[in-house]
């Protein structure tokens, strides 16, 4: 029961960066309807500039403020610049420009820092507290459980009680009419892509730091187990997100501490194919599917 427990919370931790990072999948295609698999490789460059920027200035706390900011204007100009001028009437079009420019990122940050591991501190202590005799989270565990509980509901808050959120929300869902009410549409998306890498930094700066580090390739499984949490919810829902983001990590979490760590992957991906089959618009998505 005490390995249960430890797992669960654990999974809970591992799985509110899991949410973060879906929760940058889900912004843009409620905006644009893609997935960008770019997500994961823009999130490594934002961790590549904290690292920079902390070894420079012996901050964590300027360093994630600049991966951040990175992240935003990464997002943002991968959709003025580039994504905005592909022919989206065939979506494998898009597909393969995302795909494309993650190997460009990649091939940059390998050329720029190498192909080595760059560790990566943190502010806080990983060391278990504990409970009697149970070791629960960690200082920095309730830090990432923390930021990521207050960026969501900061976005809730914004795009249900702002006139900007309400504006975006309107440009995604309906952009005809909103063009009609003179919302401009293109900004908004521009913009979303914008929150969405912001987003993205931070969940990959949570988690990259308590791997090996910053690394050219350090997300791409992060961007599977994230891609799978937002299937698993529901493209369409940011609830949904942060459900499948949590069960991803219950699952990684129960699968690594029963059976080892070498199926882990394995079985996120039977996931994401079993819940492809049986309800591919997710628990929590809708099921019909809006015209743009």
């Known amino acids: 029961m005490d390995r249960f427990l430890f797992l669960t919370v654990d999974g809970l931790a591992r799985g509110a960066t899991f949410a973060a990072f879906a929760l940058a999948l889900v912004l843009i295609w409620r905006g644009a309807r893609l997935v960008n698999f770019s997500q994961g490789a823009m999130a490594a460059a934002t961790t590549y500039v904290a690292y920079s920027v902390t070894t420079a200035s ?147 700066l949570l988690i990259v730091p308590t791997e090996l580090g910053a690394h050219p390739h350090a997300t791409d499984l992060v961007f599977v187990y994230a891609f799978t949490a937002a299937v698993v919810g529901g493209l369409d829902s940011p609830v949904g997100a942060v459900v499948g983001g949590l069960g991803v990590g219950l699952v990684l979490s129960y699968v690594s501490g029963y059976s080892g760590s070498d199926i882990s992957a394995v079985v996120i991906l039977g996931v994401l194919v079993a819940v492809l089959l049986l309800k591919p618009s997710g628990l929590l998505g809708h099921t019909s599917a809006r015209v743009v």
């Open 58 to 204: 012996g901050s964590y706390w300027l360093g994630l403020v600049a991966a951040v900011v990175a992240g935003l204007v990464i997002g943002a100009g991968t959709e003025r610049l580039l994504m905005r001028h592909v022919d989206a009437s065939q979506p494998l079009n898009t597909v393969i420009v995302a795909l494309g420019l993650v190997l460009v990122i990649q091939a940059v940050l390998g050329i720029l820092y190498g192909s080595e591991y760059r560790p990566m501190d943190v502010p806080f202590s990983r060391t278990p507290l504990s409970i009697g005799d149970q070791p629960l989270l960690s200082p920095y565990d309730l830090f990432v459980l923390g930021t990521v509980v207050a960026v969501m509901a900061a976005l809730g808050w914004a795009f249900t009680r702002t006139d900007l959120g309400l504006t975006m929300r309107a440009a995604a869902f309906a952009p005809d009419m909103a063009r009609l009410l003179g919302v401009d549409v293109r900004r908004m998306l521009t913009l979303s892509w914008g929150v969405a890498g912001a987003v993205g930094a931070l969940a990959a």
